[in-house]
């Protein structure tokens, strides 16, 4: 421990602890499980993980680009539900391509309320972003009665909705496909366009950037714009995937995507961060709760365990970047 | 904001005023107040309120003021206070919370105020201050559910071989916690040879459920039968197994919705517990209207919740939620 503490000091595995760690971790993690469970490495279960972690890395993306500008998001979790009931209730009543036109029109409304309050009127993202949480979760509830809602059992394997959640290409699941062409999508505005730069400044340097002539305001609205497009794209997955919703089905969702964005390393504090540092972030969680329950650990080693590594992932990046493990200030 | 608080006190007064001039007006009808838990969170509830309300108008001996607590706690016991303030003669609580609400239920008992639980039970040390609780009986419905499960494995002879797999609700809930606990002890009596191969919670969640199965379904090769602690996770659950091209899997639920009843009449869902919101208001408003009569009222006074299976279900209507 000493050593690696020194060797951390001196700086001659920061660059590359540092560069690389969530990868490391990773990859010890796939092998820890690999070990542990014969089943883990298996295709279907790669191929099952990452379908299942695909829509919680959808909504990822959206915020990641958030967190990028400085901002949070953490309605997302009750814009799924939102998006999902209003989805999968109108799928029967005007037909699936009218239910997702509708559907994302409300759901970027949600996202530009969201925009408005924190981009041009420059409230705090974490208290409107809360207040929205329970806000939508209450408009849900009332657009919906309180009842579950179903896309018909008899059309249900007919209906080309289905094509989102349950369909496959060249063998490859759609929420898959879905999450990585849209993670590629959104990855190149970020890193390659002026676009994506105008985010980062504004997160890193939000007084520098108004002054090279940014208007903070816009690029912060869009982002929110973009955060609720995603969440509207993993609505339709879900709502294809259960074929039916209920009122509190994304309830604590914009936790785990939370927690993906950081423990891919995209800081909290703005200005840093990628599409694919979330990707693998996504990716990490989904492995850590589908390698425990392989294993059969109950559930609430699965909270605990998801936790410690969440810790262990952003102290290693923190401790890496200062090189040292404890802050240097008292 | 002063304006409002004033339109508050004005709209209780008027609300307590028009509970007495009830009372006085017709041949002296018993007023009952119910504080619910959360109307609207989902179709379970929503149908109960529709459904006292609609027993309550049409006996002409019950006056009722209906109230809902939103989820909320400190808004219950405020409204428990309500009703001790306008001195009802009995109060019906769903409780938002079976340990917060009990110094509020144990305020309207020294008041005189008999009160009635109704759905979810109270915790225990607030039972000296209740007089009757109505509800279903979660233990019963999960060892019902054991039952169901056994005798279907028994028609297709593999009652000494059989595997398992559960999703049970949301860990702490007391609903989760009893039905896992009927179907865990009631299991081994009735077919000793099957095995519970593992439990996890499906949160009361499809989405989740869908999720927990699918990880079942890699981790296990041979699977016979999945309880649920409802249809909806039953519904996320069978999902899975459609999609992973798994036939044969017995699925068994609990609390019949409307989705677990419609992949019953398909042939793909086995059984579930028939429990009507409609039944768990009607009894609730029997019991306190039985309470204030002064008649004698079993402590735990369950309704009944039967078996459905694809054998029986043309004898229940589907479940509206």
């Known amino acids: ?330 | 904001m002063k304006i409002a608080y004033k339109s508050l006190i004005a709209g209780t007064t008027a609300l307590a005023g028009m509970a007495f001039a009830g009372t006085a007006m017709a041949q002296e009808p018993m007023t009952i107040g119910i504080t619910q838990n959360n109307v609207g969170v989902d179709s379970y509830q929503t149908t109960y309120e529709k459904a006292f309300i609609e027993a309550a108008d049409a006996d002409p001996s019950v006056e009722t003021v209906v109230l809902d607590a939103g989820g909320d706690v400190a808004r219950q016991i405020a409204q428990i206070q309500d009703l001790v303030q306008q001195q009802v003669d009995a109060i019906i609580i769903w409780p938002t919370n079976g340990k917060a609400v009990v110094p509020a239920v144990r305020a309207a008992d020294k008041a005189g105020i008999p009160v009635v639980i109704t759905n979810s039970n109270i915790a225990e040390e607030g039972f000296d201050f209740i007089k009757s609780f109505s509800g279903p009986d979660n233990i019963t419905q999960g060892s019902r559910s054991a039952e169901i499960m056994c005798d279907k494995f028994k028609d297709m002879g593999i009652e000494n071989e059989a595997q398992i797999v559960q999703i049970s609700g949301q860990p702490g809930y007391t609903t989760a916690i009893e039905r896992a606990k009927g179907f865990e002890d009631r299991l081994p009596e009735v077919c000793p040879n099957v095995t519970l191969l593992e439990t996890q919670p499906g949160d009361w969640n499809r989405e989740k459920s869908q999720r927990v199965m699918e990880a079942f379904l890699v981790k296990y090769d041979d699977i016979d039968g999945v309880y649920a602690g409802d249809d909806n996770m039953g519904v996320g659950a069978l999902n899975a197994a459609k999609a992973a091209g798994r036939d044969g899997i017995i699925f068994v639920g609990a609390t019949n919705f409307a989705v677990g009843y419609e992949a019953m009449a398909r042939g793909e869902y086995w059984g579930s517990i028939y429990q009507s919101p409609v039944d768990d208001a009607k009894n609730a408003l029997a019991t306190a209207k039985a309470v204030v009569n002064g008649e004698d009222v079993p402590f735990l006074n369950y309704f009944d919740t039967p078996k459905i299976t694809q054998d029986n279900m043309d004898q229940f209507t589907k479940p509206v939620f």
Request: proline share 2%; with cysteine.
């Open chain 1, 1 to 330: 421990m000493t050593g690696f503490v020194e060797r951390i000091r001196q700086g001659e595995a920061k660059g590359l602890i540092a560069r690389n760690g969530i990868f490391i971790a990773f990859i010890a993690f796939m092998i820890a499980f690999g070990i542990g469970s014969d089943k883990f490495l298996s295709f279907n279960n790669l191929e099952s993980v990452v379908r299942s972690s695909a829509m919680i890395g959808v909504m990822a993306l959206g915020v990641t680009i958030v967190v990028i500008s400085g901002n949070l998001d953490l309605s997302v979790g009750s814009m799924l539900s939102f998006g999902t009931v209003m989805v999968v209730d109108l799928h029967d009543k005007i037909g699936p391509g009218p239910a997702i036109l509708v559907m994302m029109v409300c759901v970027l409304l949600l996202g530009a309320v969201n925009g408005f309050l924190i981009g041009f009127v420059r409230l705090n993202s974490l208290i409107v972003t809360l207040g929205m949480l329970s806000a939508i979760q209450g408009l849900t509830l009332i657009y919906s009665g309180g009842k579950n809602v179903d896309v018909n059992p008899s059309t249900q394997d007919t209906t080309w909705f289905r094509v989102f959640g349950r369909g496959e290409v060249a063998g490859i699941d759609m929420p898959i496909i879905i999450f990585f062409v849209l993670a590629i999508i959104i990855g190149f505005v970020i890193a390659f366009t002026p676009y994506g730069r105008r985010v980062y400044a504004v997160g890193g340097n939000p007084t520098a950037a108004v002054f090279s002539g940014i208007r903070r305001n816009r690029v912060v609205f869009s982002t929110y714009l973009i955060s609720a497009f995603c969440v509207g794209i993993a609505a339709i997955i879900l709502g294809s995937r259960v074929m039916g919703s209920q009122n509190n089905v994304g309830q604590g969702y914009e936790l785990l995507v939370l927690a993906s964005v950081i423990l891919g390393g995209t800081s909290l504090l703005g200005g840093s961060g990628s599409i694919l540092k979330t990707v693998i972030g996504v990716l990490i969680l989904g492995f850590i709760q589908n390698g425990l329950l392989l294993l059969g650990y109950p559930y609430f080693a699965q909270w605990i365990v998801t936790w410690v590594v969440i810790i262990l992932a952003v102290w290693l990046d923190v401790a890496a970047k200062r090189g040292r493990l404890l802050s240097p200030i008292a």
